[in-house]
């Protein structure tokens, strides 16, 4: 099975600042059609998760141009180029796999202000 | 909009089993599938399963296989979450969460609002 580590498990940045993410799963995710489907989502503070980032670095519907992804076989990063208050909260990574139809999370990032 | 709204929490005895729905609206249901993800207090996300609403197959995580099941009712576009054998670490929120893809796996795109279930004597 396919584990998915992130780092750091917290991250405590200034407003105004970047913030990167790292996550790295134990075999390439690059499926046969030459896609890769590693996602973002984050969950703010008692709210249900929401999707950010899909196949790497295609930003979801309605998603802030200040988050980007980008990454390659089994390293990826979230970054936000600059983290407003609205940012604080729990991100996961997920990985997609397309022929088991299986999902597989990261164990989290929590991001918080300084 | 897509929305999926589902039931309300539920408190059991350990043993028994929950029945968890999710009605979804604003697109249509045949052509997504939906996931199922839990979240014990304080934890991370832990993906149980997803079903086909079209034709109803599902894929199971192997850590609930054999007391988990999941149903679609097509007339009301409902999906079913069904967990036998409660105990108590399986006291969490459940989530329903819709495939943003469509002939691919994307992701878990748009959420129900979760229903807490606790498991407890």
């Known amino acids: 099975d396919i584990v998915m580590t992130q780092t750091p498990l917290s991250s405590p940045v200034t407003l105004g600042q970047p913030a990167s993410i790292s996550c790295r799963s134990s075999?390439?995710?690059?499926?046969?059609?030459?896609?890769?489907?590693l996602s973002w989502l984050q969950q703010r503070p008692g709210q249900p998760p929401r999707l950010l980032i899909y196949k790497i670095s295609n930003r979801f519907s309605g998603v802030p141009d200040r988050f980007s992804g980008s990454g390659a076989g089994t390293d990826f990063t979230l970054k936000i180029s600059r983290v407003e208050a609205e940012d604080v909260g729990v991100y996961y990574c997920?990985?997609?796999?397309?022929?088991?139809?299986?999902?597989?999370f990261g164990q989290g990032t929590r991001l918080e202000i300084k | 909009q897509v929305q999926l709204v589902q039931s309300g929490a539920e408190v059991k005895k350990p043993g028994a089993s929950v029945k968890i729905s999710c009605k979804a609206s604003g697109y249509s249901f045949n052509n997504y599938y939906i996931h199922w993800v839990r979240q014990a207090p304080g934890q991370g996300l832990e993906w149980m399963g997803i079903i086909n609403p079209g034709g109803g197959s599902t894929s199971y995580a192997q850590k609930f296989q054999g007391r988990i099941s999941m149903t679609r009712d097509t007339s009301t576009s409902t999906v079913y979450m069904d967990l036998s054998s409660l105990r108590s670490e399986d006291t969490a929120v459940y989530y329903c969460?819709?495939?943003?893809?469509?002939?691919?796996?994307?992701?878990?795109?748009?959420w129900g609002q979760g229903t807490l279930v606790t498991a407890s004597s």
């Open positions: 969460a819709r495939e943003g893809g469509f002939g691919e796996l994307l992701g878990c795109a748009y």
């Open positions: 075999q390439s995710l690059v499926h046969s059609d030459g896609n890769t489907y």
């Open positions: 997920m990985h997609a796999a397309q022929f088991s139809l299986t999902i597989t």
